[in-house]
C-alpha cells in the first residue's frame, strides 16, 4: 500500500504545473550563483541540506523525549524553539535543491515539503501553546507534528536512495573500474587542454592532458550522469554541458553547482607512451 501510494505521487503530472511556477520562483529568488553554491553545500563536496535537517530533527525529537518526563516542560519549549528556528535554513536549502531535480523527483519533494510545513505549523502551534500556559495542548500538538515529520523523512528518505535525488551518479561507476593497471589511451591521442573521454573497462573515464600529465575522472557527472567529455575546460576546471556543474580537474573538487558531490578521480600513470588507470 505504502509502494503504490509513492508510486502514485512519482506519476502523479497533476502537480507537474504547481511544481514548475515553484521551480521558476526559486529560481528566481536565489538567483546569485554564490548563494546557490553556499545552500548547495559545493563549497564543502556535500549537499548541505541533509547537514541543516539534523537540527529541527534533532531538537524536536529530543523535545518528544522530554516531554513524558513533567519535570523538563521547560527544556522541551526551549528544544522546539531551537528546532523552529532550524527549519528556515534546512527549508532554504532543500528548495533550491529540489529546483534542479527531475519533473519525477520535484512531484515526490514538493509532497515531502508540504508534509514538513504541516509539521512545522503544529510545532509553531505546540509552542504558542507552552508559552500561553496550555502545556497539555502543547504536548498534543508536538507529538502530532513529530508523526508528521516522520511520513515527510520518509519521502526524503525515498526521494534520496530510491530516487537518487542529491546522491553522487558518478560514485557507482568508480566501483566497475578495474583493480589492476588498465590502458586507457595514448598520451599522444590525448588533445593538450581539452577534456577526451577513454574506457576503462566498461566505465566511462574523463581524461584532461596537460604537458605530460593527465588527471582521470569519473566522465558521468555526479550531478545527474552528464558527460563531462562533452564540457569544457576553463580555468582548469571541466564545466557540465547539462547543467553546468564546474569540477576542478586535478582533484575533482566541485567549484559550482548545481553538484553538491565531488567529482571522483582516479590514479592515473603514463608507461611507455600509454596511459594507465585504475581503482582508487
Given amino acids: 500500500m505504502l509502494r503504490q501510494v509513492i508510486t502514485r505521487i512519482e506519476q502523479a503530472d497533476a502537480l507537474d504545473g504547481a511544481s514548475d511556477k515553484l521551480q521558476a520562483a526559486v529560481t ?13 553545500g559545493s563549497w564543502m563536496g556535500h549537499p548541505l541540506h541533509p547537514v541543516l535537517v539534523q537540527v529541527p530533527v534533532g531538537a524536536f525529537l529530543s523535545a518528544a ?7 523538563a516542560a521547560r527544556s522541551s519549549t526551549v528544544l522546539i524553539a531551537v528546532g523552529l528556528a532550524g527549519v528556515l535554513p534546512a527549508a532554504a536549502a532543500g528548495w ?30 505546540s509552542l504558542i ?30 526521494l534520496s536512495y530510491a530516487q537518487g535525488g542529491g546522491i553522487s551518479h558518478a560514485a557507482p561507476e568508480v566501483a566497475r573500474v578495474p583493480e589492476e593497471w588498465t590502458v586507457v589511451g595514448s598520451l599522444a591521442s590525448l588533445p593538450e587542454g581539452k577534456p577526451a573521454a577513454r574506457r576503462a573497462g566498461d566505465t566511462a573515464v574523463l581524461l584532461v592532458r596537460q604537458g605530460d600529465h593527465v588527471s582521470a575522472l569519473i566522465d558521468r557527472c555526479s550531478h545527474e550522469g552528464g558527460p563531462l567529455s562533452e564540457g569544457e575546460i576553463t580555468d582548469g576546471c571541466v564545466v557540465c554541458p ?17 553538484a553538491g558531490n565531488d567529482q571522483p578521480v582516479l590514479p592515473v600513470r603514463v608507461r611507455d607512451g600509454m596511459v594507465e588507470v585504475r581503482h582508487p
Fill in 28 to 40: 528566481s529568488a536565489v538567483r546569485p550563483r554564490t548563494l546557490r553554491d553556499l545552500l548547495h
Fill in 96 to 125: 533550491v535543491d529540489w529546483s534542479e531535480m527531475t519533473k519525477d523527483r520535484r512531484r515526490v519533494g514538493l509532497v515531502h515539503a508540504v508534509t514538513n510545513l504541516v509539521a512545522t505549523g503544529l510545532y509553531a502551534g
Fill in 242 to 258: 547539462w547543467h553546468g556543474s564546474t569540477f576542478r580537474v586535478t582533484d575533482g573538487a566541485v567549484i559550482h553547482g548545481p
Fill in 65 to 71: 523525549v522530554l516531554d513524558l518526563r513533567p519535570s
Fill in 129 to 158: 501553546a507552552r508559552l500561553t500556559g496550555r502545556s497539555t495542548r502543547g504536548k498534543a500538538l508536538a507529538f502530532a507534528g513529530l508523526s508528521v515529520a516522520g511520513a515527510g523523512a520518509y519521502l526524503g528518505g525515498h
